[in-house]
Nanobody
Framework: VQLQASGGGSVQAGDSLRLSCASS????????MGWFRKAPGKDREFVAA????????VYADSVKGRFTVSRDRAENTGYLQMNSLKPEDTADYYC??????????WGQGTQVTVSS
């Protein structure tokens, strides 16, 4: 399975963006899709994740209440709805699948730039 993230762009603070993560194949119900971001000069940071089957979600404190992670099982696509964007959300955003050995199947990132 390969993942491809898309939907990034340049926006103003307070704006919204929706990122998509398309899977090349069908994902198992037990799979978990995660979103991560990496800002220049900073380590990669976990953002959010969704369990493919039941849809349970988890968020980093920094985005809780502003971002919503979801999935469309029929489309094999995950989403990250980002509202009330802040300049500190500026980063390259990646999606990945959780394996028994950790996060893998990293997709190509999509850039998000938030201007104040």
């Amino acid at each position: 399975v390969q993942l491809q993230a898309s939907g990034g762009g340049s926006v103003q603070a307070g704006d919204s963006l929706r990122l998509s993560c398309a899977s090349s194949g069908r994902l198992l119900s037990s799979a978990r899709m995660g979103w991560f971001r990496k800002a220049p000069g900073k380590d990669r940071e976990f953002v959010a994740a969704v369990r493919w089957g039941v849809g349970t979600t988890v968020y980093a404190d920094s985005v809780k209440g502003r971002f919503t992670v979801s999935r469309d099982r029929a489309e094999n696509t995950g989403y990250l709805q980002m509202n009330s964007l802040k300049p500190e959300d500026t980063a390259d955003y990646y999606c990945a699948l959780e394996k028994s050995t950790g996060w893998a199947s990293w997709g190509q990132g999509t850039q998000v730039t938030v201007s104040s």
